[in-house]
Antibody, heavy 121, light 107 residues
Framework: EVQLVESGGVVVQPGGSLRLSCAAS????????MHWVRQAPGKGLEWVSL????????FYADSVKGRFTISRDNTKNSLYVEMNSLRSEDTAFYYC??????????????WGQGTLVTVSS | EIVLTQSPDFQSVTPKETVTITCRAS??????LQWYQQKPGQSPKLLIK???QSFSGVPSRFSGRGSGTDFTLTISSLEAEDAATYYC?????????FGGGTTVEIK
């Protein structure tokens, strides 16, 4: 069974930093692209970032480019996102999601339960 | 960036009715479209991939159609457990984008 468990969401002040983690199990983590997607409370879904299976290529939404850094540790089956210069508009549930295999890497076939990041003074 | 426009935003239906949700892309995306279901308090779940292929374990009452710029998700014989918000998502190009969502309420 595929499981994705996010952690690290807390209340942080504007301008602060935070690292979220996602522990993966039940599938070939090292063979899968991984994504972060966020959802502001009561709002729709927004794709945040993608990292390829080997960790070499990383892509970001314009709204977080230069502030967020995605990474992974295939030896620990874990995905991360380092979030800096946080703004109130970054307040959201953050989901990690598994990408499909090969050319379907942009297909989000399994999602974690999410972790809430609140940016507030 | 590819913009996805869903309609309607909200639909209230009785059990056993058929619901159709539309997703229109701002440019042609072939079959590179997914549908997700998100129930209150839960994370999204994949229903339909590549416009019409049902994902593993999804009930047969959920079906997808379309290609290019116009897509539909149909829920036949609606059940109470189908109360949720439904999102389309394109995988043609980055940034990945989602439609605004359609909330289905059961009367």
């Amino acid at each position: 069974e595929v499981q994705l468990v996010e952690s690290g969401g807390v209340v942080v002040q504007p301008g602060g930093s935070l690292r979220l983690s996602c522990a993966a199990s039940g599938f070939n983590f090292g063979g899968s692209a991984m994504h972060w997607v966020r959802q502001a409370p009561g709002k729709g879904l927004e794709w945040v970032s993608l990292i390829t299976s080997d960790g070499v290529h990383k892509f970001y939404a314009d709204s977080v480019k230069g502030r967020f850094t995605i990474s992974r540790d295939n030896t620990k089956n874990s995905l991360y996102v380092e979030m800096n210069s946080l703004r109130s508009e970054d307040t959201a549930f953050y989901y990690c999601a598994k990408g499909g295999v090969g050319f379907t890497a942009y297909l989000l076939d399994y999602w974690g339960q999410g972790t809430l990041v609140t940016v507030s003074s | 960036e590819i913009v996805l426009t869903q309609s309607p935003d909200f639909q209230s239906v009785t059990p056993k009715e058929t619901v159709t949700i539309t997703c229109r892309a701002s440019q042609s995306i072939g079959n590179d479209l997914q549908w997700y279901q998100q129930k209150p308090g839960q994370s999204p779940k994949l229903l339909i991939k590549h416009a019409f292929q049902s994902f593993s374990g999804v009930p047969s009452r959920f079906s997808g159609r379309g290609s290019g710029t116009d897509f539909t998700l149909t829920i036949s014989s609606l059940e109470a457990e189908d109360a949720a918000t439904y999102y389309c998502q394109q995988m043609r190009s980055l940034p990945l984008t989602f439609g605004g969502g359609t909330t289905v309420e059961i009367k």
